[in-house]
């Protein structure tokens, strides 16, 4: 038992170690060409054995951040300097708009679902960050534990195993719940649905992000509301000062938010800013969707916090699921509705009655077992490292002047090209070679992102990857 406890600590060691050592590389502290210190010499700084600093070392190089030469030592290999600067930012005009890009979106969604495409618009895991046979394992044992075999209708407010599991979970992002706090959905979008029947009405407008994801734009058309779109720093978040003065201007009955790794710029707001935006909306009685689909899907040390964490109220109504981190097929997903509880039930029932009873019991499982750490550690690092190298090819074959983001968790890296080039007009271009992106046209109501794309970083980096990178370059460069 001592050496198993002896063999998770070294492991923990050299990770966290690597990780030090990236995040100076990407804050260009330690610049292409630098030597690194030897592997004796990092064990005696660093007070470790020579085989975990050894294993430090080559963790940076499956990151493709580190290279060894013979005979001399390692050295950074990463080129973060040409993307120094973040994607701007932008204001959208002083109107406020329907949805207006449903084609656009559906050419997307559509192509998306091609085969031999390859769907780097796609933002979820790849088949094989998933552990298939452990759900299966878990969809089996939940099947004999339950008495029918799971084929009744489940509880109105969703499985209780379920629900007990998600709020342990919340205590990670500083949640105070109990599974009574928690409604069980289909997925994280029909929470978002729920949530908005619960506060807006037809006509109401609702502020959202800019950019944001694009399926937000199509249920507000289908609900008949007014969107009011508020500008999104690519690190700290959705622009709190406009906000402020927009409230005074505009009657907004709700926001929708996703504060941890935006999709997508991929911002993080800190949890001041957090803590500020509840203030601010509890003050108005503003009711706050937060989309925290996200959350879990952090590179750093720890989960950040949730708005909800700081909701001393009742007006912060979070939303997640399992789709984003684990089985999208699966359709499992939940709210925190606060005070809106009773209305977000009523519009459940009238819904749906009832939420999938065979895969909320299953995912009750798999998170009551522990399976769920284990696998979001893989997965962090997976995607951590899938960034990386994502953002390594970009600096590559990307023309000069390109600015990308750098996300600290989630799928997406959110790439600002050269002003002549035309997001859609490349989205089509690429699709003739079997590439989809997402262009940025379909984030916002309007033109303003038109030079932006999205890229996203769930599908295992590899020879068909770097290459489809290469492409993109290539075509990026010749409609300059």
């Known amino acids: 038992m001592e050496n198993v406890m002896h063999t998770a600590e070294a492991d923990f060691l050299y990770a966290q170690i690597a990780s030090r050592i990236a995040q100076q590389i990407q804050q260009n502290l330690l610049k292409p060409g630098d030597k690194l210190p030897s592997v004796r010499a990092l064990s005696h700084e660093q007070g470790i054995s020579i085989s975990t600093a050894y294993k430090a070392y080559v963790e940076l190089e499956n990151m493709g951040l580190i290279e060894a030469r013979p005979k001399s030592g390692y050295y950074v290999k990463f080129l973060p300097a040409r993307f120094t600067k973040q994607p ?34 796609r933002s979820s ?79 109401d407008t609702v502020a959202i992000e800019s950019p944001t994801y694009f399926a937000i734009f199509e249920i507000m058309q289908s609900m008949g509301l007014n969107v009011l779109e508020i500008p999104v720093d690519p690190v700290t978040g959705v622009d709190i ?107 459940k029932m009238m819904h749906t009655i009832s939420s999938a009873t065979p895969t909320q019991a299953a995912i009750a499982h ?18 951590f490292t899938q960034c990386l190298r994502y953002s390594q090819a970009i600096a590559t074959y990307f023309p000069p002047g390109t600015k990308i983001s750098q996300p600290q968790g989630g799928y997406a890296l959110w790439i600002q090209l050269h002003e002549k080039i035309n997001a859609f007009e490349l989205y089509q271009s690429a699709m003739a070679q079997n590439i989809s992106i997402a262009p940025g046209q379909i984030f916002s109501t309007d033109a303003r992102f038109s030079n932006f794309i999205r890229i996203s970083f769930g599908i295992t980096y590899d020879s068909v990857i770097e290459e489809g990178i290469k492409t993109l370059g290539k075509l990026i460069a010749d409609s300059i």
């Open 88 to 121: 701007e930012h932008k204001h959208p005009p002083e109107k406020i708009a329907q949805a207006s890009v449903a084609e656009m979106i559906a050419m997307v969604y559509h192509n998306m679902a091609e085969e031999d495409v390859l769907r780097l618009s």
């Open 125 to 203: 895991p790849s088949i094989n960050l998933i552990p298939v046979a452990k759900l299966n394992k878990s969809m089996l044992e939940a099947m004999r534990k339950s008495p029918t075999g799971n084929v009744n209708y489940e509880k109105l407010q969703g499985n209780t195993e379920l629900r007990k599991q998600v709020a342990k979970l919340a205590f990670n992002w500083g949640g105070r719940i109990t599974e009574e706090d928690v409604v069980t959905t289909q997925g994280c979008m029909e929470a978002l649905v729920f949530c908005l029947r619960a506060v807006t009405n037809s006509g």
């Open 241 to 347: 000062e406009y906000l402020e003065q927009a409230i005074t201007k505009v009657d907004i009955k709700a926001c929708l938010f996703v504060s941890n790794f935006s999709n997508p710029v991929g911002s993080c707001m800190p949890d001041a800013r957090k803590q500020q935006l509840v203030t601010l909306l509890a003050g108005k009685q503003i009711p706050l969707i937060e989309d925290d689909i996200y959350g879990e899907i952090y590179f750093g040390k720890s989960r950040p916090r949730t708005c909800q964490s700081f909701d001393t109220e009742g007006w912060v109504m979070l939303c997640a699921s399992v789709s984003k981190s684990l089985a999208p097929g699966y359709r499992v997903g939940w709210c925190i509705p606060g005070r809106f509880k009773a209305q977000v039930i009523n519009i």
């Open 366 to 383: 798999f998170f009551e077992t522990g399976r769920y750490d284990l696998h979001m550690r893989k997965l962090r690092k997976a995607l």
